[in-house]
């Protein structure tokens, strides 16, 4: 089985950086995406990574601004997100995929437990 654990969640002021990490243990996974879900809101795909070919995939509304890496020594995924806004702010979830799905349908198999991100304006 995979355990996912995160860190990095926190409060920041619009146009701050944050670095969410999500560290893997057990088995290993072929995708990694990062959602969202804002309060009362649907939740949604931020960033996506395919950890075999380094591929990744970005919502249009983060374009530019964050950024989907891995260490795979450390088997550890990282959101860097930049210039944060308000609308940013979220309950951030790390999820894995053995394979993926295109985009970010598909059964996400593995969760993790969620970290708060805001930004003030």
């Known amino acids: 089985q995979v355990q996912l654990v995160e860190s990095g969640g926190g409060s920041v002021q619009a146009g701050g950086s944050l670095r969410l990490s999500c560290a893997a243990s057990?088995?290993?996974?072929?995708?990694v995406a990062w959602f969202r879900q804002p309060p009362g809101k649907e939740r949604e795909g931020v960033a996506k990574i395919l950890r075999g070919s380094g591929a990744t995939y970005y919502a249009a509304s983060v374009k530019g601004r964050f950024t989907i890496s891995q260490d795979n020594a450390k088997n550890t995924v990282y959101l860097e997100m930049n210039n944060l806004k308000p609308e940013d702010s979220a309950t951030y979830y790390c999820?894995?995929?053995?394979?993926?799905?295109?985009?970010?349908?598909?059964?996400?198999?593995?969760w993790g437990q969620g970290t708060q991100v805001t930004v003030s304006s």
């Open positions: 057990g088995s290993s996974t072929m995708c």
């Open positions: 999820a894995a995929q053995p394979a993926c799905a295109v985009y970010f349908t598909g059964a996400w198999d593995y």
